[in-house]
């Protein structure tokens, strides 16, 4: 789904997400927690990657500039976020398209 549609979902809701990874970061106070942001044609949506699963994924993780992301919508108020399960690589769509992120890891 697109950031656009991501953001009309109720919490709890199981789905995914796609974009290019635009920030990568994971904050001493974190607990290990990665925190991403993807970014697509509609918008932006955060991710939350608990360490667990950073284990089981680090490379799609931390090398992947396009991202998939299966996991649970979450949202409380005005904080929206994708809580992830499962991380998939789909750099390989991009073709010869480059970009960037900001990584603080």
Known sequence: MNAQTLATYKNGR???GC???TVRQ?????????FM???DESGSVNVIVWPSL???YRKEALGATLLGVHGVWQTDCKVKHLVARRLFDMT?????LTTTSRDFC
């Open 54 to 56: 950073l284990e089981r």
């Open 14 to 16: 199981v789905t995914r």
């Open 26 to 34: 994971r904050p001493g106070t974190a607990k290990g927690v990665l």
């Open 37 to 39: 942001t993807l970014e």
């Open 19 to 21: 974009g290019i990874v």
């Open 92 to 96: 390989a769509l991009l073709g010869d």
